[in-house]
């Protein structure tokens, strides 16, 4: 039972961390166009516009595809701003932004575009929300604009909700939403103890969650607009939804019911399930790969937690990984898998667990982050971009790594501790 609660531990995201929206930038890309970001002077008094000014700068430096700089503009926002005096400056695209109050409430974020090397307004657009809550995701959506009109490859993402799972105290957790910053969140289910959340659909409207407000753990599958519950299955010990497939036809469920935890296929519309695993210990956390004909899982069959592939309908067990002895994490995005590894204790003792990119069908590996405790990644849906939680010199943060632009970033995180997280 020892050896279950340490596996079952780790895949219950043991490692909590603390919520903030400050962003350090960790690694910065060259060759990129300079970009400046103004408030109108007419709009000097807004405190919620300069929020939204920062928000906007640290979307363009997450992008990776501009390089955020400075500028001595400070002109209204119906005023021409000195585009030749910006040229001399080496700056490229200057961003003027202003606000407006609707009656009704809202929030309007204006924004005008500047091409200095062309010289001319190439955009003006206006973003509003009736939900001031959710004013950050007005400068997320001003990014995507601003980054789709120079063509540059998509930060969609960036609008997109993350879903995650807060600890409340001694058997209590709730779920909550939030922009990628998590500067906003909103509690979704509480009350008793809910985890392990994973979104159910590309709209987001559905998640699956795990409560332990039933007779026995149970996976529940809730619309986060109209309320409405469904139970999936439950389970005697652990269960969990860990991966759910592109069109919502499929979900990987890790359930004991007979005491060890195993991977299950299920359709959650028939409540049919497929057993996949059929080892005496503990696999947990199946990924679909290769077109879902196959999945990757944490198993101990070795003794030690680590990555292993396996057909589904089929008995065959590959292992994917042959480094380290501790590989207790992992996600997927078709063919790519990203997996945490607890790399040899430092110097100083303390420990490293780093993550890995691995192809299911090649050899290559790519160590993608160099300290600290890195773990519980997570794929964006384009699979550009990594989500995953990091400890480093006791400060815990949220972490993002922009795949193809080798840059990532920081949140340090403050106040709530996170016991898992989806986007």
């Not at 080496?90 to 575009?113: D, M, P, R, W």
């Not at 809910?194 to 599958?221: C, E, G, H, M, R």
């Not at 439950?234 to 007979?258: F, H, Q, R, Y």
């Amino acid at each position: 039972m020892l050896r279950i609660f340490l596996i079952v531990s780790l895949f219950f995201g043991s490692l909590f961390a603390n919520v903030d929206g400050h962003i350090d930038i960790v690694k910065r890309a060259s060759s990129i166009p300079k970009i400046a970001v103004s408030m109108a002077s007419d709009s000097s008094g807004d405190f919620t516009l300069s929020r939204l000014k920062k928000s906007l700068e640290d979307d363009l430096n997450v992008s990776g595809h501009f390089e955020l700089t400075t500028s001595n503009q400070n002109v209204a926002f119906d005023a021409q701003p000195d585009i030749i005096g910006m040229s001399n400056a080496g700056i490229g695209i200057f961003v003027n932004i202003a606000s407006q109050k609707e009656a009704n409430g809202g929030y309007t974020l204006k924004v005008k575009l500047y091409d200095v090397n062309a010289r001319t307004l190439a955009l003006e657009k206006n973003f509003t929300t009736s939900q001031v809550d959710r004013t950050v995701f007005l400068a997320h959506k001003a990014a995507i604009a601003i980054n789709d009109h120079f063509k540059a490859p998509s930060i969609a993402w960036m609008e997109k909700f993350v879903v995650f799972s807060v600890y409340k105290g001694a058997g209590k957790a709730d779920i909550m939403i939030g922009d990628y910053t998590l500067s906003y969140k909103k509690s979704v289910v509480s009350g008793g103890l809910n985890i392990f959340p994973k979104w159910a659909d590309k709209d987001q409207k559905t998640i699956y969650y795990t409560s332990y407000n039933y007779k026995k753990p149970t996976l529940v599958k809730l619309n986060i607009y109209n309320r409405s519950k469904e139970v999936i299955m439950d389970s005697d010990g652990m269960i969990a939804c860990s991966d759910v497939n592109e069109d919502g036809s499929k979900i990987l469920v890790t359930a004991s019911p007979k005491g060890q935890p195993d991977v299950f296929l299920v359709n959650p519309k028939t409540k049919s399930k497929q057993q996949i695993t059929t080892y005496s210990g503990i696999d947990v956390g199946g990924q679909f790969i290769e077109n879902d004909k196959r999945i990757v899982f944490v198993s101990d069959r070795l003794g030690n937690p680590n990555i292993f592939a396996q057909t589904i309908g089929s008995s065959s067990v590959e292992r994917l990984v042959y480094h380290s002895n501790n590989n207790s994490s992992v996600t997927s995005y078709k063919n790519h898998i990203v997996f945490s590894s607890r790399d040899s204790q430092n110097e100083l003792g303390g420990k490293s667990f780093n993550l890995y990119l691995i192809n299911s069908r090649t050899d290559n590996m790519t160590r993608l982050t160099s300290s600290g405790v890195n773990q519980f990644p997570k794929f964006s849906q384009d699979g550009e971009t990594l989500l995953f939680i990091k400890t480093h010199a006791n400060v815990s943060s949220l972490g993002i790594i922009r795949l193809e632009h080798n840059k990532s970033f920081m949140f340090p995180l403050k106040g709530e501790r996170i016991q898992s997280i989806d986007w």
